[in-house]
């Protein structure tokens, strides 16, 4: 178990610089997962936590200790790919117990530890085999078998469930969760995947072009984003952005009206400062919409498709000025297609932004 701490991190590549100052702690047994845009430097940062990027500039120390010049084989991480890097020629065991033999281990302590690795992630009656005889889902158990009798005293884990079909993923996801509740160390991980990140975290990262844009819990970056990026960011189907205006404040009240639909205005509680005429975006989550006549104001909609998924349905609507929406609904759409819906909202749901994307409170 170990903390990790990054001051004023940066990574140049000649003139390019892709990671620009992040400051980070990670405290021991902590789960943290980083998520962002593609090329947002995800993989870059945990590959200089690793050792397998040099760092520009900017400390890195892990347990209390720099690491910015230490060997990677030296810091105390194993780390899990996205492929798995399996060597094809050994068996199962022997990929496990690799490292160890290549470090000049005993024998014993190596089968000892693979043993172990082994009974935790259900792969003892696949020791003899090599990686082409086994399933994507063994294979990645390999891989974090592989990781796990290191005993490190952090794991960084990069994509390593993207290649799985969705219901390995979703087996894959409970072991890891099991894991690291078992074995309590420090894991860094990186996912496209929202529903990994919102239930593996315990604190997620949210990155964009090299930069942090905030740090929380996942419910906290759900409930209470900093702008419209981390807003969007979290959550799918994606939170929906209406233009809309200021018309009204007094006493801590702003009223907007929307931009297109300026009939349906809502009151909000922001104290922040606002002017009368100011364009802002009203921030609604697709599962916030509320039935006809219910809630604090009311919404028309022109409904493009509907999707009905069983337990839910999706409505991708449009406004009068033609801003896209999406909208969850609970039941499901029957009968015939609906195409105008009045759709309630309420304020306590409803996040406020300026036109930078700031968020107003
Ligand atoms: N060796 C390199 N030379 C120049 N630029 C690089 C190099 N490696 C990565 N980059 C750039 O650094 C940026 C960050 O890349 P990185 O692989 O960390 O992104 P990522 O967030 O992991 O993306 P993805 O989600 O697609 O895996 C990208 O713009 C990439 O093009
Ligand atoms: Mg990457």
Known sequence: MADVSLAAIRKTYGALEVIKGVDLEIKSGEFVVFVGPSGCGKSTLLRMIAGLED??????????????????????????????????????????????????????????????????????????????????????????GRAIVRQPDVFLFDEPLSNLDAELRVNMRIEIARLHKELNTTIIYVTHDQVEAMTLADKIVVLRAGKVEQVGTPLSLYDDPDNMFVAGFIGSPKMNFLPATIVDRQNGQVTIALATQAETKLTLPISDAVTLGQNVNLGIRPEHFLAEGQGDAQLSVEVDVSENLGSTSFLYAKLRGGEPLIVEQRQRQIGARQTSVTLGLSAATCLLFDADGKRLK
């Open 55 to 144: 760092i520009s500039s900017g400390t890195l120390t892990i347990g209390g200790q720099q690491m910015n010049d230490v060997d990677p084989s030296k810091r105390g991480l194993a780390m899990v790919f996205q492929t798995y890097a399996l060597y094809p020629h050994m068996t199962v065991e022997q990929n496990m117990g690799f490292a160890l033999r290549f470090a000049g281990m005993e024998k014993s302590e190596i089968d000892r530890r693979v043993a172990d690795a082994a009974k935790i992630l259900e792969l003892d009656a696949l020791m003899t085999r090599k990686p082409g005889q086994l399933s994507g889902g063994q294979r990645q158990r390999v891989a974090i």
